[in-house]
T-cell receptor, first 113, second 111 residues
Framework: NAGVTQTPKFQVLKTGQSMTLQCAQD?????MSWYRQDPGMGLRLIHY???????DQGEVPNGYNVSRSTTEDFPLRLLSAAPSQTSVYFC????????????FGPGTRLLVL | SQQGEEDPQALSIQEGENATMNCSYK?????LQWYRQNSGRGLVHLIL???NEREKHSGRLRVTLDTSKKSSSLLITASRAADTASYFC???????????WGAGTKLIIKP
């Protein structure tokens, strides 16, 4: 079991560029989510999904798009990067069958210049 | 939005001492979970306590839950330098898919 994997680990973008952060899980979890974490702060939910074909907005969705074509994958797309999107991004997944804990990926550090 | 609140925001103690962190929340929950985050890494699940439980132990960790006060505490006994990390509580709310996260407590264990 690889758990939750994320790529890339680090990325530097120029303002206005677009990119996709990849996230995959091999635990057959229905729920997947993306968070951003700014220095010294907690997690803020960007988007989440409760199954293939279903996505919804979290607390800070502006500037980001997601899709969920398969159970395993949940990519996060930055449409036009801005310096305010400099952050560490975490993908997470959990089952929805009962009492479920959340599993996190190792994170992607993004710097937007 | 984040509804969990943790205190203290930061805690610095000597190795061997006990560390206590608190978490308060606002709504009805199914369970409350504690996670640890080492610097720059993803969060790792530590312990889960259900709404009908009052206390739970796991190794050097002890978690209590008071649903009447909507609060929980995490006690780490006999702290070690390796316990240095940020600790987050998350509530699994009734009828909500999302976990609601606190802002975290940064724990520093001084050797």
């Amino acid at each position: 079991n690889a758990g939750v994997t994320q790529t890339p680990k680090f990325q530097v973008l120029k303002t206005g560029q677009s990119m996709t952060l990849q996230c995959a899980q091999d635990m057959n979890h229905e729920y997947m989510s993306w968070y951003r974490q700014d220095p010294g702060m907690g997690l803020r939910l960007i988007h989440y999904s409760v199954g293939a074909g279903i996505t919804d907005q979290g607390e800070v969705p502006n500037g980001y798009n997601v899709s969920r074509s398969t159970t395993e994958d949940f990519p996060l797309r930055l449409l036009s990067a801005a310096p305010s999107q400099t952050s560490v991004y975490f993908c997470a997944s959990r089952g929805l069958g009962g009492v479920e804990t959340q599993y996190f990926g190792p994170g992607t550090r993004l710097l937007v210049l | 939005s984040q509804q969990g609140e943790e205190d203290p925001q930061a805690l610095s103690i000597q190795e061997g001492e006990n560390a206590t962190m608190n978490c308060s929340y606002k709504t009805s929950i199914n369970n409350l979970q504690w996670y640890r985050q080492n610097s720059g890494r993803g969060l790792v699940h530590l312990i889960l306590i259900r709404s009908n439980e009052r206390e739970k132990h796991s190794g050097r960790l002890r978690v209590t839950l008071d649903t009447s006060k909507k609060s929980s505490s995490l006690l780490i006994t006999a702290s070690r330098a390796a316990d240095t990390a940020s600790y987050f509580c998350a509530t699994d709310e009734t009828g909500n898919y999302q976990l609601i996260w606190g802002a975290g407590t940064k724990l520093i264990i001084k050797p």
